[in-house]
Every structure is written in C-alpha cells, then in structure tokens.
C-alpha cells in the first residue's frame, strides 16, 4: 500500500522508483531509529527529524530531478500517515462482526 501511494503521490517513473525506495527506505530506518531513542521528548526526535530531512533532501533531488519533488515526499509521507490514521480511526468505529 505504501508503495502505490508514493508512486501515485511522486508520479514514479519506474527507473526513479528504484533508486528513490532505496534511498527513502534508508531515511525511514534513520528515522523510525530516531523516533524510538527520542520516545517522551518530542522536541529532540522533531529536531533529529528535521536534521534527516535536511540530509536526505538533495539525495531525494537527486533522484526526483527537482527540489519541488523532493518536497513533495515529505508531503506524501504526512499524507500517508494521515490515511493511516484515518483508516485505524474508521476500523475501530466499525463494530466487530459476531460470531457463529
């Protein structure tokens, strides 16, 4: 799922699609790292991320072939995680099925 909604939400070429999941799977893992030593200071884990996407930026340029682009990941990645949320908060309001 998150696959198709970055490729729909970056407008992927295939061959960008290679080297940008490389590259983002890399920044996720740098930063999932940095939300779970951080967890209960806020303040430290925005700036650690903050710090991430600055290091990662040009790499994503790179890739994207404009900063617009680039941009536009951090933009998908909160975009995705909105639906997430969004599809956990409408699962819990949908009341479990009874059994046989």
Known sequence: VKIAFFTRQL?????????FWHVYNSYFLKLK?????????????????S???DQYRDNFVHILHSHERAEDVFKAEKAYRKMLKEELKNRKQVPPAKGK
């Open 33 to 49: 790292n940095a939300w779970h030593s951080n967890i209960g200071n806020r303040q430290d884990f925005d700036e650690k991320a």
């Open 51 to 53: 710090a991430l996407k």
């Open 11 to 19: 407008n992927l070429t295939a061959s960008e699609s290679t080297e």
